[in-house]
Structure formats: C-alpha cells, structure tokens
C-alpha cells in the first residue's frame, strides 16, 4: 500500500521580525487587491502565511474585514498550494469593499504567479 503525499504543515508567521523578514527580502507580486510577498521558508515542509492591512485600508473595521477575507481567500487557496513558503498578503485600499469571491480569484492568479501553487 502506497501512502499519499503528506499535507504541508500550514502555520503562520506570528512573529514581526519574520513578517518583516519576508516584506523586506521576498518577493513581491501585485494584485487589485492586495500584494503578495513571497520568500522561501527555513522549513522544507512548512507553509507559512501572514495578514496584513495598515491604515491606508481604513479605519479599525475595514482593516479588521480585510484581514478576514484574504484569510478566507487563503483557505480556498489552501488545497493547491505548496509547502516551504513563507507568504506575507498586505491588503490593498479597495479590498473591504470587495466581494471573497473577487479576492479569492485575485489570490489564486498571484499565487499562480508566484510559483507556489502545484
């Protein structure tokens, strides 16, 4: 019996130092609605991935919508992703007025881009 291809270990990056790490040196892929910054990780099987919406977004509940719906997208992105990234997604000014659908549509072609998903 043949075991199936283990699923990467997803976290997220907690610490500021290593959101930091990967805005500073990763790179960049922009979108409509929000820039993806993508760095490999010091972790062969881990997949990584930060939230990020500063005050151009808006004020505290549209910087609090804006997070939940690129984390939302992230996990309709999930099942195509692979593991040894770190990935940092800042939020971009029109995304809490978007619809998840949109912002799922807009992770998944920067993902595609960026090379990490299979």
Request: proline content about 7%; aromatic content about 6%.
């Amino acid at each position: 019996m043949v075991a199936a291809s283990p699923r990467p270990r997803v976290g997220t990056l907690r610490a500021g130092r290593d959101v930091r790490r990967v805005l500073e040196t990763g790179r960049r892929f922009p979108a409509r609605f929000l820039v993806a910054c993508v760095l490999p990780g010091p972790d062969g099987d881990a997949l990584r991935a930060a939230f990020v919406a500063g005050r151009r977004v808006g004020r505290a509940v549209a910087r609090n919508r804006a997070r939940r719906l690129l984390r939302e997208a992230w996990r309709a992105n999930l099942p195509r992703v692979r593991a040894g990234y770190d990935v940092v997604f800042v939020a971009r000014p029109g995304l809490p007025a978007s619809r998840a659908a949109d912002v799922a549509a807009d992770m998944r072609r920067v993902l595609d881009a960026s090379g990490v998903t299979a």
